[in-house]
Structures are given as structure tokens and as C-alpha cells.
């Protein structure tokens, strides 16, 4: 038996990421918050929130295969939300420049009927170049990327604000470690190729 699929997150960027796979699947809003506790690290928030993002939806459809995700950008172990405004998008980018952030997405697949429970984290390490004032506006201005982490849209025009990025997963940047999801889907028994 085929299990249904779910996608606990209203993120477009992960809805197109998910399609690569070619594996038929709903998203459904989380509704979780997602605000930082006291003294948690970036990585750990990521993980947290991913794990309740799926036990949220989960909870909901508990015979269904659910992915839930985040990630947080960290910069000298602080983490970087979504700026939301263009002001904070500044802020973030020039306190970036010439440095190396950590972008830490975590993955937990979770099915209550099976029983399955899986998590990861891949942490991606990216050196921004020493970016100017006008070309941070200019980005911004072209892209507006205040709903993503650290507003970085490497996926786009940011990559030109990129001087080296280290990674065992080219996907893991824009929100979801094809990689590794595929890897844990296939575990809970849902397998992309088999479904081709």
C-alpha cells in the first residue's frame, strides 16, 4: 500500500523542490510557531521546529507519510529569521558580507500507523563576497526575498552575492535535502522511482 503523502509547510519553495521527486503529495499548513526559546541554537531550532511541524500535520492524518521542514541561517551563532521587511533585509545582508553563514535545514519524516520517525539536519556553509550598499539594495530590489532565511534566494539573483558554497546536497540550500528526504521517503515506503 501506497501512503498518502503530506508536506507540512506552505513554503513554495519546498512545494517545487518536493515536485522534483515526481511523487504525488498535499500540502498542508503546519500552523505552528515558530518563534526561537530561550537560548536555543540555530541548529536546534531548526530541528525542533521541523519535528513539530510534522507532528502538527501528522497528528491530523496519522496514516499519512508527512515531511516536515526549516531551516535557520546562523551567523557567528546567532540565528537569522525571515527579515519581512525590507529594512531587516538590509540589516541581515550587511552584517553577512564577507562572511561565512551556516544554513541548517532540518527534515523529519513522520508516520503515526506505521510507526516511522526520521530526522536529519544538513547544514550548508556559505561565504557571502564583501557586498556593497548598492548592490545589496539592487538585490533587494530585484528579488525581495523578506520570507526567506538570512534573505539569501541563492536559487536565484543571490547567488551573485555568493562567493563559495560547501554542500553534499545542491538542494539543501533552497529549503529541502532532496537527497536525504528521498533517502528517508524510500524507508517509510515511499519510493520516488517506483512510482515513475
Excluded: W
Amino acid at each position: 500500500m501506497t501512503r498518502r503523502l503530506i508536506l507540512a509547510s506552505t513554503s513554495p519553495y519546498r512545494r517545487e523542490l518536493l515536485s522534483r521527486l515526481r511523487v504525488p503529495f498535499e500540502a498542508v499548513a503546519p500552523g505552528v510557531d515558530e518563534a526561537a526559546l530561550p537560548d536555543e541554537s540555530p541548529l536546534a531550532m531548526a530541528q525542533r521546529l521541523a519535528a513539530r511541524k510534522a507532528q502538527a500535520v501528522a497528528a491530523r492524518y496519522p496514516e499519512a507519510v508527512v515531511i516536515g521542514s526549516d531551516q535557520v541561517a546562523e551567523l557567528q551563532g546567532k540565528a537569522l529569521g525571515k527579515p519581512g521587511t525590507h529594512g531587516r533585509a538590509v540589516q541581515q545582508l550587511r552584517a553577512m558580507r564577507g562572511r561565512d553563514v551556516r544554513f541548517h535545514t532540518a527534515v523529519a519524516v513522520l508516520c503515526i500507523d506505521a510507526p516511522f520517525d526520521q530526522q536529519m539536519v544538513n547544514t550548508v556553509r556559505v561565504r557571502f563576497r564583501n557586498l556593497s550598499d548598492d548592490e545589496i539594495e539592487r538585490y533587494l530590489r530585484l528579488e525581495q526575498p523578506y520570507d526567506c532565511a538570512g534573505s539569501a534566494k541563492c536559487e536565484t539573483l543571490g547567488i551573485a552575492l555568493v562567493e563559495a558554497i560547501e554542500s553534499d546536497d545542491p538542494t539543501a540550500l533552497v529549503g529541502l535535502p532532496l537527497i536525504r528526504t528521498s533517502a528517508m521517503l524510500r524507508a517509510a515506503g515511499v519510493d520516488p522511482l517506483a512510482s515513475a
